[in-house]
């Protein structure tokens, strides 16, 4: 028997750092179960350099990562999703494009790295800091029983995972 693949896109405003962090890792630590994707937005047309360093020390690879638009999930060839996560404030807050498969969604926010004003170290630091909180959280996901619960439940999981 074929296990499904579930289908996940992180959303984040600018597409360059907090979803980008969720992509990837979800990506390493979910495989095969689980393929992730990111999107923004408002991108920036950019990968924030110490997003792709706080994966690295993660020993995640970081190749193939690029900043862009929410609008290709809503596309009719685009991948049935079935989990959209924010991980922004400003992107919970939008209105987002009707994506194809009904996905279950939550909010996961965390504070934003790229906004953070410092030097290279304490940037560093803080971009370390948001994969280890996206990190946790995925984790706690994947641990869930997916297979076992009802969709009511698994909504109501996946939601109180972005307050821990």
């Known amino acids: 028997m074929v296990e499904k693949t579930y289908e996940v ?7 360059s750092a907090r979803s980008i962090l969720a992509e990837g ?3 390493s630590l979910g495989a095969p179960r689980f393929r992730a994707w990111s999107a923004g ?7 924030n350099p110490f997003a792709l360093e706080a994966l690295a020390a993660l020993h995640i690879p ?3 990562f690029c900043s862009k638009n929410w609008d290709e999930f809503a596309r009719p060839d685009a ?12 992107a919970a807050g939008e209105m987002c494009p009707v994506w194809i498969g009904q996905p279950m969604t939550a909010h996961w926010g965390v504070a934003d790295p790229a906004a953070f004003k410092g030097d290279d170290d304490e940037k560093r630091q803080r971009f370390r800091d948001t994969a280890v909180t996206l990190k946790r959280r995925i984790e706690l996901m994947l641990a869930l029983p997916i297979e076992r619960l009802d969709r009511v439940a698994i909504q109501h999981e996946v939601r109180s995972i972005g307050s821990r």
Do not use: R
Not at 9 to 15: D, E, P, R, S
Not at 41 to 47: L, N
Not at 79 to 90: A, K
């Open 9 to 15: 896109l992180f959303i984040c405003t600018g597409n």
């Open 25 to 27: 890792l979800m990506n």
């Open 41 to 47: 937005s408002h991108p920036t047309g950019v990968v």
């Open 62 to 64: 970081t190749d193939g």
């Open 79 to 90: 991948p049935s999703l079935d989990y959209v996560f924010t991980v922004c404030d400003q």
